[in-house]
DNA sequence: TTTAGCGGTTACCAGTTGGTAACCAGAATG
DNA sequence: CATTCTGGTTACCAACTGGTAACCGCTAAA
């Protein structure tokens, strides 16, 4: 039998910085917004035009948290009809290297996946 | 009313590389296994001490997963009892930037979150 | 023969996620 | 007055996720 080695790592024992972030970007249609703003801000009705498929509900929710997680601002423009525009905060922004690595492998597991 | 700006982004319309990669470490207790496996192969058993919680059933579940998506290597060592080791894969490597990436985010999140 | 350890598998079940569809307020438009 | 537009909210529901607990085959040791 193999020596049985013993469990001597550093860093991450309860709420990993892992899972924090996750739990932000890890939601159904999540990185697509925050893909979307990341280029430039956008209002609520071009994001659902831009992101095929989605429900407003699932816009509104995704929006609202993060919102609260403090990725996202939203600010309202007092038009007629009102115009709400959504933009990455600068924390936000931080997220954008996290976004463009995990693009990077998602490039090479499509490839990978398309060659099989 | 604010000009209603049109969709010309180049890049994600529909199997994107963002969600083909958090499909792969989006799951409970994955990112948790790929790092500990990022730092060293680890047995089952080991996996499963080391990660506080996790139960048989999902660890061989992510196991599978992550194996069937050629980020893992599963190598069975006929000893008795037989001992079976997980590693990473060269493209399990690759993951390493995007996990460290978002390490890197979290620790900010958790300072956010910290101070608020 | 019984027990223990490894590396799982299986059945069952509760909670969460996300989808659809209907509905809402306020202001402008016809 | 009815309709349209924006930016949502709500009720309802099916599917998926992940948890617990029991069980399995194999070998070695007591």
Chains 1, 2 share one sequence.
Do not use: Q
Request: glycine share 8%; net charge positive; charged share 30%.
């Amino acid at each position: 039998m193999l020596p049985r080695r013993k469990n001597l790592v550093e860093e991450p024992p309860e709420r990993c910085p892992l899972n924090e972030c996750l739990s932000i970007i890890g939601g159904a249609w999540t990185p697509n917004i925050i893909w979307y703003l990341s280029e430039k801000p956008r209002r609520f009705s071009e994001l659902k035009d831009d992101i095929p498929g989605i429900s407003a509900k699932m816009l509104t929710a995704r929006l609202k948290r993060l919102e609260a997680d403090g990725v996202v601002e939203r600010r309202v423009e007092p038009t007629s009809p009102p115009s709400v525009e959504y933009r990455l905060t600068a924390l936000g922004g931080e997220l954008k290297p996290a976004i463009d690595a995990i693009v990077s492998v998602g490039h090479r597991l499509k490839a990978l996946n398309g060659e099989g």
